[in-house]
């Protein structure tokens, strides 16, 4: 009943920006720990970012001072500000969180959005 749906991927040129957007829904009672993750072809997910409920945020190493994360816990929604893309930023990206519904606390994922970094 609970679902997380991504938005905002694409095909952007080194360099360039993208905003991520993950938007969860359903019977929500809380939301805790949200964050992105992301896959290249071949390799393992990884963590790019993460958010607590009270805004404290971890980053990649890679990704630090490139990427933003931040939310809007009134619309249950995150979101993952990319500056600066270089082709190895390219892959899937998954919106994950932890979430209270009536039935208790589980760990969700997105079905994932395509970003593609390439001239």
Known sequence: QVQLVESGGGLVQPG???RLSCE???????IFTMGWYRQAPGKERELVATITYSTNTNYA?????????????????????????NPEDTGVYYCNADIRSGYGIRNYWGQGTQVTVSS
């Open 24 to 30: 969860a829904s359903g019977s929500i009672r809380s």
């Open 61 to 85: 190493d890679s990704v630090k001072g490139r990427f933003t994360i931040s939310r809007v816990n009134a619309k249950n929604t995150v979101y993952l500000h990319m500056n600066s893309l």
């Open 16 to 18: 360039g920006s993208l």
